[in-house]
């Protein structure tokens, strides 16, 4: 029988390379994660009671490894081809998001691990985006585009069969996987001659900026990657004294007490010089830097929650003012862990304590009281996923320019499914799953 690495060490030394490559190639992001690092330790080292809560829930040994990237494709192909590729890293397709609203043609998902101690292991994920060439106007162009990214291969010849002989054999010895990850990290690597003229990308662009980003290139580069801060506001203000620029605004839900869902800010995208394949000289913004900070996770009632706040609250000009502003549209909303519980707003995650393992007590007792007698102890899950309004907020920055206008297009899950090669796995159905495994170990229904 011989010996294969394990899916989570494959994805561990990928999203592992992926750093060091990026690192390369957008220095600022080096200075990034140097201040994250530091804001951690200091948020740590003056509140005990997180620190010590993270350890027992064992989500300190991830802090440092947390890190989400994104990616950008143009065909069908292509997609379907990821699916595979990050499947032999644990990584699945979760979720659905519809972009169109927000004036981004794309719809998208996010491959990541699904298992509990696979997150715990390395929750590396990839919010992987499909260009709907289909919203473009122009029948001409849209042609074009779609010529051009059906002459492309994006992946390696040896990376593709990597990928079948994984399939074939289920897993990889040690020379294979240092192989396999040297030959996958190769689609997502940064090229500065494009594919196109420059009049092909100049048309594109003009379309739309995220139209050339996806046609134009030999590979879907990493656009950016993205470390887990404890506390997203003193990041924000750190940044610029490290000569780094954050956009305007915070996306996401305010501070809480206890944090909810994942609050996101970014530094705008590079000006990088580019080659086109007529020899001409340009340039193209794509590539940026971005920083999160996840709280827990909702249940559906208290997501519809979130959205119509969200939604009431519009989005400000100055963080400053966006941030005060969205604080008190929020204010209604339960901001202490056993209304979240109790309310069923949020997921947890169950325990016994030592007193808890030793006591017995009845299937039906009630939770809270078995917390306040020290018998169970509920650790909020953390989210995992991503938000749409601030994925668009996100877009946007990057593209510069006026607001886009929404795309009327309707949302096609089916669309995008058939593309991917198979259904997207519904989020909710995970935290809740989680939840109810967690209840039945402690012996409650
Ligand atoms: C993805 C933007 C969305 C996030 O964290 O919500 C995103 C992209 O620009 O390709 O990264
Ligand atoms: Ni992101």
Redesign the pocket.
């Known amino acids: 029988m011989q010996k294969f690495v394990s899916a989570d060490a494959l994805r561990e030394r990928f999203s592992q390379a992926m750093s060091v490559m990026y690192q390369q190639e957008v220095p600022q992001y080096g200075t990034l994660l140097t201040l994250v690092a530091e804001v951690n330790q200091q948020v740590l080292a003056q509140d005990r009671v997180l620190a010590e809560r993270l350890t027992a829930a064992d989500e300190l040994s991830r802090l440092s490894v947390e890190r989400?990237g994104?990616?950008?494709v143009g065909s069908a192909q292509e997609l379907n081809t990821l699916r595979q590729l990050f499947a032999i890293m644990g990584m699945h397709p979760v979720g659905y998001y519809d972009l169109a609203p927000a004036g981004v043609p794309v719809h998208s998902t996010a491959f990541r691990p699904i298992a509990a101690d696979a997150l715990r292991r390395n929750p590396f994920r990839l919010?992987t985006?499909l260009l709907r060439l289909e919203l473009i106007e122009d029948a001409a162009l849209r042609q074009k585009a779609q010529a051009i990214l059906a002459a492309r291969q994006i992946f390696t010849p040896r990376c593709l069969a990597l990928i079948r002989q994984h399939q074939q054999q289920g897993g990889f010895d040690e020379p294979t996987a240092a192989e396999f990850v040297r030959e996958a990290l190769e689609t997502f690597r940064w090229h500065r001659q494009t594919t196109v003229d420059r009049a092909t990308y100049q048309a594109l662009h003009q379309q739309h900026r995220l139209i050339a980003d996806v046609v134009c290139f030999p590979g879907c580069h990493i656009?950016?990657l993205?470390p887990r801060t404890l506390d997203i506001d003193r990041v924000q203000t750190l940044m610029p004294e490290r000569g780094i620029v954050p956009k305007a605004i915070i996306e996401g839900p305010p501070r809480r007490q206890v944090p909810i869902l994942l609050r996101?800010t970014s530094f705008k995208a590079l000006e990088e010089p580019v080659i086109f394949c007529d020899g001409g000289e340009g340039s193209h913004t794509a590539r940026f830097g971005?920083i999160?900070q996840r709280g827990v996770a909702l249940t559906p009632a208290g997501q519809q929650r979130y959205d119509s706040l969200l939604a009431l609250a519009g989005s400000g000009v100055s963080n400053q003012q966006h941030q005060q502003h969205l604080a008190e549209v929020f204010h209604d909303f339960p901001d202490n862990e056993r209304l979240l519980r109790q309310q069923q707003l949020a997921w947890f995650e169950y325990r016994l304590t030592e007193k808890g393992k030793r006591q017995g007590f009845s299937p039906a007792a009630d939770k809270e009281s078995l917390i306040d007698q020290g018998l169970l102890i509920a650790d909020p899950q953390v989210y995992e996923d991503?938000?749409p309004v601030?994925?668009a907020g996100?877009?946007q920055s990057?593209l510069g320019g006026q607001p886009q206008e929404a795309f009327s297009a309707l949302a096609s899950r089916a669309s995008f499914e058939t593309a991917l090669g198979s259904a997207v796995i519904d989020e909710m159905a995970l935290y809740e799953a989680r939840q109810s495994a967690s209840l039945q170990r402690c012996g409650l229904r």
Request: charged share 15%; proline share 0%; hydrophobic share 40%.
């Open positions: 989400h994104a990616i950008r919010f985006s656009n950016h993205t996101q971005e999160e991503f938000l601030s994925a996100i877009f990057n």
